[in-house]
T-cell receptor, first 116, second 111 residues
Framework: GAGVSQSPSNKVTEKGKDVELRCDPISGHTALYWYRQSLGQGLEFLIYFQGNSAPDKSGLPSDRFSAERTGGSVSTLTIQRTQQEDSAVYLC??????????????FGPGTRLTVT | ELKVEQNPLFLSMQEGKNYTIYCNYSTTSDRLYWYRQDPGKSLESLFVLLSNGAVKQEGRLMASLDTKARLSTLHITAAVHDLSATYFCAGLLSGSEKLVFGKGTKLTVNP
């Protein structure tokens, strides 16, 4: 079946602009995660959604970052007033969660964000 | 706070040789994951290790977990060029669903 999809695949933006990154999880997966990968910081957790529970936002680096998940499916990560240090690959993952056979997190192809 | 350390960070080996990548973690982790990443690509799940003594094998790769030593290993047997990639281990912060990743091991298998 279809995997996790993300759009856009690449985004170049000017410093100070807002950007929205989209993630479509695997159908039926209740858990959704955002991570980012940068040369300096490696792979970092950003935020986690599970069903209707309050999201775990503990990894968001600043209040310029926010995310929402509508209808328990698609998620949007928004970065306001982008800075050059926000340049990274933003990865989305999903999992079934809460069942013994579903511990795997499946990653999407990522969105490469470049802030100029 | 969970910290995950991998070593080596860079590994160059010849085809046909065996080697092991080590993943140490600092505190209790409910699960240990291994992922593969090819250049410009996303993360591909290799193994999920759930309990002490767990061993999983897929082709030339075998992963194991020792929760008492807080150590996981990824053993490569008779390496082939197609295994060239970056390998990440990740621990799951106990009581949460956050993955904490190591810095990755860039493996190059030379013909």
């Amino acid at each position: 079946g279809a995997g996790v999809s993300q759009s856009p695949s690449n985004k170049v933006t000017e410093k100070g602009k807002d950007v929205e990154l989209r993630c479509d999880p695997i159908s039926g997966h209740t858990a959704l995660y955002w991570y980012r990968q940068s040369l300096g910081q490696g792979l970092e957790f950003l935020i986690y959604f599970q069903g209707n529970s309050a999201p775990d936002k503990s990894g968001l680096p600043s209040d310029r970052f926010s995310a929402e998940r509508t209808g328990g499916s698609v998620s949007t990560l928004t970065i306001q007033r982008t800075q050059q240090e926000d340049s990274a690959v933003y990865l989305c993952a999903s999992s079934l969660a809460w069942t013994a056979s579903s511990y795997e997190q499946y990653f999407g192809p990522g969105t490469r964000l470049t802030v100029t | 706070e969970l910290k995950v350390e991998q070593n080596p960070l860079f590994l160059s080996m010849q085809e046909g040789k065996n080697y092991t990548i080590y993943c140490n973690y600092s505190t209790t982790s409910d699960r240990l994951y291994w992922y593969r990443q090819d250049p410009g690509k996303s993360l591909e799940s290799l193994f999920v290790l759930l309990s002490n003594g767990a061993v999983k094998q897929e082709g030339r790769l075998m992963a194991s977990l020792d929760t008492k030593a807080r150590l996981s290993t990824l053993h490569i047997t008779a390496a082939v060029h197609d295994l060239s990639a970056t390998y990440f281990c990740a621990g799951l912060l106990s009581g949460s669903e956050k993955l904490v990743f190591g810095k990755g091991t860039k493996l190059t298998v030379n013909p």
